[in-house]
C-alpha cells in the first residue's frame, strides 16, 4: 500500500468513526489513531492505534486503556485486536478493529465485573460447585453444593452496573423454601444497600457512592447460607437441623426446620418446645448467640408464656392426681 492509500484510509476512518454509536474520535493521524468508546459510565475503553513501518502487510498495534475496566481484561482485549488485526494484514485495519472493540463491550455486558467474577471463581467455588457465565443475558450461573444439598443461582449484572444492583434469583434447590426465601430475601437487601444511600446516614460518613454488589452477594449466598447451614446444629437438641436426607424433613414435621430473627436454625418441634418452657422473664433467648427469640409463629408475650405455662402444669397436676387416685 503507497502512502496514498494509507492517507484515504485515515480519511475514510476521520469520516466514519464519529457515526459509529458511543465512538469519540480524538486523533486521527499517521503516527497515532486515537479514539474513545462509551457504553455506559462503566463500560468506557480508549483505543490507540499505531501503525508499524510495513503497514498494513504488517498488523497494527492496538493499546488499550481505562479508568473503569480491568487491566487483566484490557490485556485478553488487546490480544483479540491483534488477532483481528493479523487477520487483515494488506487490507484496511482501522475501522475493523475500532468495530471489534464495540462489538466486545456490547457482547460481553460482564466484562464490567471481570475482577469481582475472578474472585468468585478464585474463592467461592469449590471442586463440586459450578459456575457458567452466559453473556448474552449478563447472568452469572451457579449450581452450589453442599453435603447433599445443592442450590442454582441465577445473578443477573444490569446494563448500568454498579450503578444498578445485580438481581438475583434462585432457578432450583432442595433447600426448604423457607430458607431459599430467606436466602434470596437477605441477598436482595444487600444489593440494594450497595446502591442505595442509608435513610439516616452516619452525621461525619463521607457522601454515599454506589458500589459494586456481584462479588458481596455471591459472598453471602455462598459462605453464609449454602455452606453454611447444612452443617448446623439446632440450639436446643444439638443435633444436625438439616437432616442429611434433604428428602427426609417432609416426612418428619417436627424436624422441619425454622429460622429465628439471629439467623439461627431449629427443628420446628425443639423451637416450639423451648418457646413453651420457662424461664419467660424478658422473652427467650437464643442459646447459641444469646440473642432474643423473634418468630412470627410465636408471637408470645413473657406474661402470657407463663400463664399458658402455669395452665399447663396445672393440667399435668390434675391429670397426676387423677392417676394417683385411679391406682
Ligand atoms: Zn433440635
Ligand atoms: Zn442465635
Known amino acids: 500500500m503507497s502512502g496514498a492509500d494509507f492517507e484515504a484510509e485515515l480519511a475514510e476512518a476521520k469520516d466514519t468513526i464519529p457515526t459509529i454509536e458511543g465512538f469519540t474520535l480524538v486523533t486521527c493521524v499517521a503516527a497515532q489513531v486515537r479514539a474513545s468508546y462509551r457504553k455506559t459510565d462503566q463500560k468506557q475503553v480508549n483505543v490507540i492505534l499505531q501503525f508499524p513501518e510495513g503497514y498494513p502487510e504488517e498488523p497494527v498495534v492496538s493499546q488499550l486503556t481505562s479508568k473503569t475496566l480491568a487491566e487483566k481484561l484490557l490485556s485478553g482485549m488487546v490480544k483479540m485486536c491483534d488477532e483481528e488485526a493479523r487477520s487483515l494484514v494488506g487490507q484496511r485495519q482501522i475501522l475493523p478493529v475500532m468495530r471489534f472493540v464495540r462489538n466486545f463491550i456490547i457482547s460481553n455486558p460482564l466484562c464490567v465485573c471481570s475482577e469481582e467474577i475472578a474472585a468468585i471463581k478464585r474463592d467461592l467455588i469449590k471442586e463440586n460447585d459450578k459456575l457458567k457465565l452466559k453473556q448474552d443475558t449478563s447472568q452469572v450461573h451457579m449450581k452450589i453444593v453442599q453435603e447433599r444439598y445443592w442450590m442454582n443461582l441465577l445473578v443477573t449484572v444490569p446494563d448500568l452496573y454498579p450503578t444498578q444492583q445485580v438481581s438475583i434469583e434462585v432457578a432450583e434447590s432442595n433447600f426448604p423454601d423457607l430458607l431459599k426465601k430467606f436466602f434470596v430475601g437477605q441477598a436482595v437487601e444487600l444489593a440494594r444497600r450497595c446502591v442505595q444511600p442509608p435513610p439516616k446516614p452516619k452525621p461525619k460518613a463521607p457522601p454515599f457512592k454506589p458500589r459494586p454488589s456481584l462479588l458481596e452477594v455471591c459472598q453471602f449466598l455462598v459462605q453464609d447460607c449454602v455452606k453454611r447451614y447444612p452443617g448446623e446444629n439446632c440450639p436446643v437438641c444439638r443435633e444436625r437441623v438439616m437432616l442429611r436426607d434433604p428428602e427426609a424433613v417432609a416426612k418428619d414435621p417436627k424436624k422441619r426446620v425454622e429460622r429465628v430473627y439471629c439467623g ?64
Open 264 to 327: 439461627h436454625l431449629y427443628h420446628h418441634g425443639c423451637l416450639a418446645k423451648y418457646l413453651k418452657t420457662p424461664p419467660f422473664k424478658d422473652g427467650k433467648f437464643c442459646p447459641d448467640c444469646g440473642k432474643q427469640i423473634f418468630h412470627d409463629k410465636w408471637k408470645v408475650s413473657p406474661e402470657l408464656a407463663e400463664a399458658r405455662w402455669a395452665a399447663k402444669q396445672a393440667r399435668q397436676r390434675e391429670l397426676a392426681e387423677v392417676a394417683d387416685f385411679l391406682s
